[in-house]
Structure formats: C-alpha cells, structure tokens
C-alpha cells in the first residue's frame, strides 16, 4: 500500500509539472484593444498656398487689416489623448498692410524682421472632439515663438475632412505690449494692445500607426 501511495503522489506532482511548463511555455495574452488604439493618430500637412495668416487691430482713427504668408506647416494628433505635436512656421517678412510707410514701419521698428524673421507655434495639446466626418470646433494648445520670445497660445480653431483634404481656421489674440513688441501708439494715434489673428487653414490628411 504505501508503495502504491508513493506511486499516486509521484504521478500527481508529474502531472502538475507538465501544466506547469505547458502555461510557461505558452504565449503571453495580446494587450487588450485600447492600449493599441492609443497609438493611432493623424497626421495633418499644410499647403502653404492655400494657406494664409488674416490679422487686424483696432484704432483711434481706423481697423487696420493685414496677412503674413505661413512658409510650411505639419501636426499630428492622437483623437483619444488629445496629443499633439507639429509646427506651423509664419514668414512674418511677408506681413503687409496696404499701406507702404506703414508696412515699412512695421517690419523695421515695430517686428524687427530684419532680426525676427519666422514666427513658429507648436502644438502641444487638443481639447475638444476632432471629428473626421462632420465639422467640429475644439481647442489647440501649445506654445508660440514670436519676436524671440515663447508664450503660451490657445486657439479656437474649426475643422472639416474630406478625403485625404482638410480645412479649416484657427482664431486667437496676440497681445502685443505684453509680449515685448513695441506700442506703435503715438500722439495723434492710439493702437489698441491686442491684434486679433485668424489663420485660414488647408492640406492633405492622413492616418499613421
């Protein structure tokens, strides 16, 4: 009897050994779905010829309107985080007005683009649902490099997709003053501190994994 004992104990760890190096061996389970689906994004890039820079401040005597040309730009976002990165890189050398004297002004002492030729933002984050088959409006976070400095910009910005094209705006406020550009305020005009920016947006659009 205890000869058949041993035996029986002997065939159970046996069998307990073999599950044990079966499950070892075994492949270990896939990542569930959402933890793969965090990686896909979308990659938007801009054509700098359907696209343009509107800006317009306001004054004593008049609205002054004007447009700077966007050199290149490319973003990429993740729909489910919110996750962006990118830039979009404004020739600020180009920014005219309609008016000579005053343009000539603007880029010599008030931009300095002699010095400060490209103004560039990168995106960093994206409130909001950005939605590939109808409209949507959200928010774009990130940070702006202009006349030398960095500032943190949100911009409210409307999309729409179509196909592999895309289009859209994105409208923020500069404070000037505040940024360390000059006040070109004088005597006999008074220039508010805030120029009011739409950036009219167009590209090609793709998926990326």
């Known amino acids: 009897m205890r000869v058949a004992g041993w035996k029986s104990t002997t065939a159970s760890i046996g069998i307990i050994l073999c599950v044990g190096i079966l499950l070892s061996a075994a492949p270990a389970p896939p990542r569930p779905q959402a933890a793969q689906a965090t990686a896909h994004e979308i990659a938007l890039t801009l054509d700098p010829a359907q696209t343009r820079l509107h800006f317009s401040v306001d004054s004593t005597l008049h609205m002054v309107h004007g447009t700077f040309a966007v050199k ?14 990118g830039s979009i890189v404004v020739n600020v050398l180009s920014g005219e007005t309609g008016n000579s004297s005053r343009d000539q002004r603007l880029h010599k002492e008030i931009l300095e683009t002699w010095k400060f030729a490209e103004a560039t933002f990168r995106p960093s984050q994206i409130d909001g649902q950005v939605s590939l088959a109808v409209p949507s409006d959200f928010k774009v976070k990130g940070i702006i490099t202009l006349h030398g400095t960095d500032h943190e910009l949100i911009a409210d910005v409307h999309s729409e997709f179509s196909g592999d094209h895309w289009k859209g705006t994105a409208k923020f406020d500069v404070p000037y003053t505040k940024w360390g550009i000059k006040d070109p305020s004088n005597f006999l005009l008074k220039v508010k501190p805030v120029v009011n920016v739409e950036l009219e947006l167009s590209g090609s659009t793709k998926n990326t994994l």
Request: proline content about 7%; overall charge neutral.
């Open 72 to 85: 290149s730009g490319s973003l990429q976002f993740d729909p489910q985080t919110g996750k962006a990165s």
